[in-house]
T-cell receptor
Framework: EPEVTQTPSHQVTQMGQEVILRCVPISNHLYFYWYRQILGQKVEFLVSFYNNEISEKSEIFDDQFSVERPDGSNFTLKIRSTKLEDSAMYFC?????????????FGPGTRLLVL | GEDVEQSLFLSVREGDSSVINCTYTDSSSTYLYWYKQEPGAGLQLLTYIFSNMDMKQDQRLTVLLNKKDKHLSLRIADTQTGDSAIYFCAESFRYNTDKLIFGTGTRLQVFP
């Protein structure tokens, strides 16, 4: 069964450094998403991406964040200058974006720790 | 506004049924979902229900939706130790926004 994959599974970085989190969505999907889950808290929506542009973003997704689909398979989340409060599990998701159910399928997540 | 709430913990004996509850505030949702998160793992989609349905059964899982009370439940029949995980309900509002709104998650502990 096709699945969303994410790399790395864990990332440790120093405050102020840039990180790039990578995702490979399910191949025929058209909508892509990033969510995050701070330890012990709810899963929160960050951004959605469709047709090579941001479709929607939350108030969390400020100028420090950017997303990109650099080729036909990868979808990346970049945090330009990490802060301690960016420590979280980051989930990528994708959905078909057709007339079918818009179910979002999630990857296993990248656990980011900012020191 | 959008808010989804769940009880934090549920403990059941193996073989019993589990019922995980969820309440939501925004009645304009299009789909409601149940996701499972095992320790250290991602979010696995278990099942979903369209907002104009009352019930959906999928093997050991039964989803009940009470639109009047804005209450969603997930019943797991014959609960196994492998069902121990955190269960999240989530809403989507597909025609208005892309995002899923997640509940707080319910930690299900199954003991022998």
């Amino acid at each position: 069964e096709p699945e969303v994959t994410q790399t790395p599974s864990h990332q440790v970085t120093q405050m102020g450094q840039e990180v790039i989190l990578r995702c490979v969505p399910i191949s025929n999907h058209l909508y892509f998403y990033w969510y995050r889950q701070i330890l012990g808290q709810k899963v929160e929506f960050l951004v959605s991406f469709y047709n090579n542009e941001i479709s929607e973003k939350s108030e969390i997704f400020d100028d420090q964040f950017s997303v990109e689909r650099p080729d036909g398979s990868n979808f990346t989340l970049k945090i330009r200058s990490t802060k301690l409060e960016d420590s979280a599990m980051y989930f990528c998701a994708s959905s078909e974006g057709s007339t079918k159910i818009e179910t979002q399928y999630f990857g296993p997540g990248t656990r980011l720790l900012v020191l | 506004g959008e808010d989804v709430e769940q009880s934090l913990f549920l403990s059941v004996r193996e073989g019993d049924s589990s019922v995980i509850n969820c309440t939501y505030t925004d009645s304009s949702s299009t789909y409601l979902y149940w996701y499972k998160q095992e320790p250290g793992a991602g979010l696995q989609l278990l099942t979903y229900i369209f907002s104009n349905m009352d019930m959906k059964q999928d093997q050991r899982l039964t989803v009940l939706l009470n639109k009047k009370d804005k209450h969603l439940s997930l019943r797991i029949a014959d609960t196994q130790t492998g069902d121990s995980a955190i269960y999240f309900c989530a809403e989507s509002f597909r025609y208005n926004t892309d995002k899923l709104i997640f509940g707080t998650g319910t930690r299900l502990q199954v003991f022998p």
